[in-house]
């Protein structure tokens, strides 16, 4: 497995402003998602973190509200954008790893409540 | 598109007792994920399968993919309280680079 940390565990937000996710992996993985899991909910893929090139979104979410970058093999940022309450959610992180790309593996969440 | 239908949704059973949850879905799958999340924790992986009709174990986990590749069950036996929390099945069709569909999730309380 791959051992996953994200920046900032969680945080409260006004309305409005904007917040930046961080994802850290300690090995070079081949592909790196975001999810968002509302409360009480599943899971819900936003993002395929693409590195050196733009991410490739899922139907219902945009760039200009979830900017993502992957600069290299084990590092990726989300931005939750002019947020809203509605954007409460936990943001998770997840990674496929180089030769066992069936397995995916998730990493901590950042929990986030907008105010 | 894909849709896993997980059940039960919730499930309170005594400590000792043994658990079933499955996943069904209309879609033909390739590989079978199960997953555990516990209260402010990412998902945790708990049990892969990858050819139909495979029934594989991890401790008290056992977990079965469907020889019609349409679905798949996760056994836990002689419940503990710490088997507390929310199972998630997870699905990918096509080749391994496919995305992963979610169950909605077995919410699980183990009482002493």
């Known amino acids: 497995s791959a051992v996953i940390s994200q920046k900032p565990s969680r945080d409260i937000c006004q309305r409005g402003t904007s917040l930046t996710i961080q994802c850290q992996v300690d090995s070079q993985v081949t592909m790196m998602f975001w999810y968002r899991q509302q409360p009480g909910q599943s899971l819900t893929l936003i993002a395929t973190?693409?590195?050196?090139?733009?991410?490739?979104?899922e139907s219902g979410f945009v760039i200009d509200k979830f900017p993502i970058s992957r600069p290299n093999l084990t590092f990726s940022t989300l931005t939750v954008s002019n947020m809203s309450p509605e954007d409460s959610s936990i943001y998770l992180c997840?990674?496929?790893?180089?030769?066992?790309?069936?397995?995916?593996?998730f990493g901590p969440g950042t929990r986030l409540t907008v105010l | 598109g894909q849709q896993l239908n997980q059940s039960p949704q919730s499930m309170f059973i005594q400590e000792g007792e043994d658990v079933s949850m499955n996943c069904t879905s209309s879609s033909i799958f390739n590989t079978w994920l199960w997953y555990k999340q516990d209260p402010g924790e990412g998902p945790v992986l708990l049990i892969a399968l990858y050819k139909a009709g495979e029934l594989t174990s991890n401790g008290r986990l056992t977990a079965q993919f469907g020889i019609t590749r349409k679905d798949s069950f996760l056994n836990i036996s002689a419940s503990i309280p710490s088997d507390v929390g929310i199972y998630f099945c997870?699905?990918?069709?096509?080749?391994?680079?496919?995305?992963?569909?979610f169950g909605q999730g077995t919410i699980l309380t183990v009482h002493p």
């Open positions: 997870a699905a990918r069709g096509g080749t391994s680079y496919g995305k992963l569909t």
């Open positions: 973190a693409n590195q050196g090139s733009e991410a490739t979104y």
């Open positions: 997840s990674v496929k790893l180089a030769g066992v790309e069936s397995l995916q593996f």
